[in-house]
């Protein structure tokens, strides 16, 4: 039987980090909390004991890549400092379906939780 793996999942932004948790076996993504740095970000790969890193990748509605320069460079420190896989996924639209799956004002903090979460699903949903 192949080990249960642990995922993080991330929608980053330039004032908060969303994050969510799930794993291999349930295939359930659950927000986790929001933080404002990279280090705080990896003090969380090491308590969750994560294997996998599911990251937004922001792309622009015409499916282009969006050129910014602070997520690449959050993308290529936690590639290198977290020693752990990254995968990327598309996040154009996860804020907004988090705003549609409350109905009311989220707090921003929610938001970015709900939104790494709906990231770290849609990878899960993809899994064999």
């Given at each position: 039987?192949?080990?249960?793996?642990?995922?993080?999942?991330?929608?980053?932004?330039?004032?908060?980090?969303?994050?969510?948790?799930g794993d291999?076996?349930?295939?359930?993504?659950?927000?986790?909390?929001?933080?404002?740095?990279?280090?705080?970000?990896?003090?969380?790969?090491?308590?969750?004991?994560?294997?996998?890193?599911?990251?937004?990748?922001?792309?622009?509605?015409?499916?282009?890549?969006?050129?910014?320069?602070?997520?690449?460079?959050?993308?290529?420190?936690?590639?290198?400092?977290?020693?752990?896989?990254?995968?990327?996924?598309?996040?154009?639209?996860?804020?907004?379906?988090?705003?549609?799956?409350?109905?009311n004002d989220?707090?921003?903090?929610?938001?970015?939780?709900?939104?790494?979460?709906?990231?770290?699903?849609s990878y899960?949903?993809?899994?064999?």
């Open positions: 039987m192949e080990k249960i793996k642990q995922y993080l999942g991330i929608d980053w932004g330039e004032k908060r980090i969303g994050l969510a948790s291999s076996e349930v295939k359930l993504a659950l927000p986790l909390k929001t933080v404002a740095t990279l280090v705080e970000v990896l003090q969380v790969l090491q308590e969750e004991e994560t294997n996998i890193i599911v990251l937004g990748k922001p792309q622009k509605m015409s499916g282009a890549q969006a050129n910014n320069p602070l997520w690449l460079n959050f993308y290529k420190e936690l590639k290198e400092r977290s020693g752990r896989q990254v995968e990327l996924v598309d996040e154009r639209l996860s804020s907004l379906a988090a705003d549609a799956l409350d109905g989220l707090e921003k903090a929610e938001r970015d939780e709900i939104a790494a979460t709906l990231i770290l699903q899960l949903d993809n899994l064999l």
